[in-house]
């Protein structure tokens, strides 16, 4: 895969870009941690560009709350494009609203959860602060309209679905032993059996972790999914999605287990899944590397290291996985 990077006001890029040319876009504008209300606190106020972020002016610019910011965005995206925005946890709603004013499609909010942050604001001598320690941060997930069905606009421009199995959280290795095919052997042979890979891996979730110990001791230890195993055709399509289900001893239920004599019925309720752990383990993402991090700055001054930093799995999975169509 081929890549460029520019340098500059994504609005003014943008401008020169041509329309309906973009797959996806994932971008982490500033969050507008302003020490002002939007508009000012006072007329002497509105109008003027307040710090935000650790005093940065360029966190105050109310990019993120323009909708002409996210219009120029629709304009480049292919119909059916995808959009994910991260925000902060207090201003991220005049960003979703921006987006939506723009003509976006709100489709989800993922939320982020990392263990990283710490408070910003200091205890008087009786123990009272003003504000909580940051721990998630919050996505929008949008996508530009569609041009007819999803079908038909996958068919034109290869955007408009998320692909799911390509950012599957997980792999339990299982495999079932076999569907059958064909007759189900009630006046016939019975059909020979296709092997069924139960092994992929979980669907992705709107929320993701960071796996640092703060907030993996967050979750509980839980067995694999206990849910029942349906015995009808069109829900068993979808049981895997919290895991493979596990071979039965005895009496247990088991994945394995196929009854011919009744139809659709390819295994007993309760098949339990293969895997163990805690909760976790459903929604983990790796940190980026320095590589990923510094990609296209190698001719620009390191100014300073940010505390925190984006996940590389989140981004990369949801922007070459998920939202842009396989090639």
Known sequence: MTYEVLHGDCRTLMADMEGCSVDSIVTDPPYELTSARPGGRSPATQG???????????????VAFDPETWAAALRVL???GWLVA???SRTYH???CAIEDAGFEIRDQIMWIYGSGFPKGGLDDEGRGTCLKPAHEPIVLARKPLVGSAVANVAAFGTGK???DAAR????????????????????????????DYGKGRWPANIV???????????PAAPGQIADASASSAPRRDQNVYGALRAGRGEEASADSANAGAVGFQMRPGARRLDSGSAARFFYCAKASKADR??????????????TWEDVALNLRLRVDTAQSPP
Do not use: C
Not at 48 to 62: A, C, I, L, N, R
Not at 183 to 191: F, K, R
Not at 297 to 302: G, M
């Open 294 to 307: 510094d990609t296209g700055l190698q001719y620009h001054e390191l100014i300073r290291i940010e505390a």
């Open 48 to 62: 003027k560009v307040m710090k935000g972020f650790m005093g940065m002016e360029w966190d105050g610019s109310g």
């Open 209 to 219: 972790h960071d796996g640092s110990d703060e907030v993996l001791a967050s979750f």
């Open 86 to 88: 991260f925000g902060g």
């Open 78 to 80: 292919k119909p059916g």
């Open 162 to 164: 998320l692909n799911i």
């Open 169 to 196: 959280n997980g792999e339990s290795g299982a495999r079932n032993n076999g569907r059958q095919a064909g007759t189900n052997g009630i006046y016939g042979h019975i059909g020979a059996t296709t092997p069924v």
């Open 94 to 96: 005049r960003m979703a």
